[in-house]
């Protein structure tokens, strides 16, 4: 047991505020996400997201200090789906992705996460694609996603690896870049935006894809 001299402070945090913090954090968000998607990286002002969300310009930068740190937060919680700091890699539905015994189950539950991922942030994930040539912050942070996305992939690849899944003669490291291709945010924004698929069509779609590359 350890003996403090002074007592410790606690420090006390309302509920009410925090339910109040949290949902100004979701006005702006969702208006970041409205005029990134709508107008480019370069072309949003912060001024303009704080319109959008109803809330002052003070308020918008005492949260998020530049234009490269709230669209950072923005595609990040577009990514997981939520505010709370567990990786795409770590989250429960990947895990049971990768524990599955049966190959198809697998890539099943697999693609159904990652769709719904792509569905929320994709178009953000190329806004910030398309913003790399330009701006080095936002080249640094695509390339982050790209590096983590691959990660992902490679993890599954060689859980399926464990589980003797793969077909003959297929490496996990060949594994991992065809999943990594297949499920690409650019083939998604290709199919789902450009072509009009809806997610159903997708998702069996890559499903069946996965498993004719991936499994004998």
């Known amino acids: 047991m350890l003996l403090m001299a002074h007592p ?26 409205r005029l990134f998607t709508g107008q480019g990286f ?31 937060h923005t595609l990040g919680v577009a990514t997981v789906g939520d505010e709370e700091p567990v990786r795409v890699a770590d989250r429960p539905e990947i895990a049971a992705a990768r524990q599955a015994a049966d190959p198809r189950l697998a890539i099943e539950r697999f693609v ?16 910030s694609v398309e913003a ?31 589980h003797g899944a793969l077909r003959p003669g297929l490496d996990t490291a060949t594994a991992a870049d065809i999943l990594y291709a297949l499920s690409s945010p650019h083939l998604h924004q290709l199919l789902r935006r450009h072509r009009g698929w809806d997610s159903q069509r997708y998702r069996s ?12």
């Not at 410790?8 to 996400?33: C, G, L, M």
């Not at 942070?141 to 993890?155: F, I, K, N, R």
């Open 8 to 33: 410790v402070k606690r420090t006390y945090r309302s509920p009410a505020r925090a339910a109040a913090a949290a949902s100004t954090r979701e006005r702006i968000r969702d208006a970041a996400q």
């Open 42 to 72: 370069a072309a949003t002002t912060m001024k303009q997201v704080a319109a959008a969300a109803g809330v002052g310009e003070r308020t918008l930068y005492d949260a998020f200090p530049t234009k490269v740190k709230l669209f950072g």
């Open 112 to 127: 159904a996460y990652g769709s719904d991922l792509l569905d929320r942030a994709g178009d953000l994930i190329m806004v």
């Open 132 to 162: 790399a040539g330009a701006d080095p912050d936002m080249r640094a942070a695509a390339d982050a996603g790209s590096q983590a996305h691959h990660e992902v992939m490679l993890a599954f690849a060689e859980a399926l690896h464990d």
């Open 205 to 216: 779609w890559l499903t069946d894809a996965l498993v004719r590359e991936l499994l004998p």
